[in-house]
Nanobody
Framework: QVQLVESGGGLVQAGGSLRLSCSAS????????MGWFRQAPGKAREFVAA????????SYADSVKGRFTISRDNAKSTVYLQMNTLKPEDTAVYYC?????????????????WGVGTQVTVSS
């Protein structure tokens, strides 16, 4: 089992920045590829970014490329999502997720563990 707890959400004006954190506990953090997803009201949960367990491949949704950066600190069992140049359409609940294996896949169904989410609201 892996427990994930997100933090760092909040209200920010368009063009601003936020950094989300996801702290993991339980099984060895370094064994898991980590991902960030988001879900806006009335919409399906969608992939945002993912990073391999071995600091290898990363993957980003087209909508956030060049604005968001995913990183991880295995010593702290924490994964981060730096979000810059935020837009109102980035407003959503952001979820941290973990999966076994080294490939940063984009499908919701491929992730085994989920946090409860943190709200990000971007005002125009």
């Amino acid at each position: 089992q892996v427990q994930l707890v997100e933090s760092g959400g909040g209200l920010v004006q368009a063009g601003g920045s936020l950094r989300l954190s996801c702290s993991a506990s339980g099984r060895t953090f370094t064994s898991y590829t980590m991902g960030w997803f988001r879900q806006a009201p009335g919409k399906a949960r969608e992939f945002v970014a993912a990073i391999s367990w071995n600091f290898g491949p990363t993957s980003y949704a087209d909508s956030v490329k060049g604005r968001f950066t995913i990183s991880r600190d295995n010593a702290k069992s924490t994964v981060y999502l730096q979000m810059n140049t935020l837009k109102p359409e980035d407003t959503a609940v952001y979820y941290c997720a973990a999966k076994s294996g080294s490939m940063p896949t984009i499908g919701v169904e491929s992730y085994d563990y989920w946090g409860v989410g943190t709200q990000v609201t971007v005002s125009s």
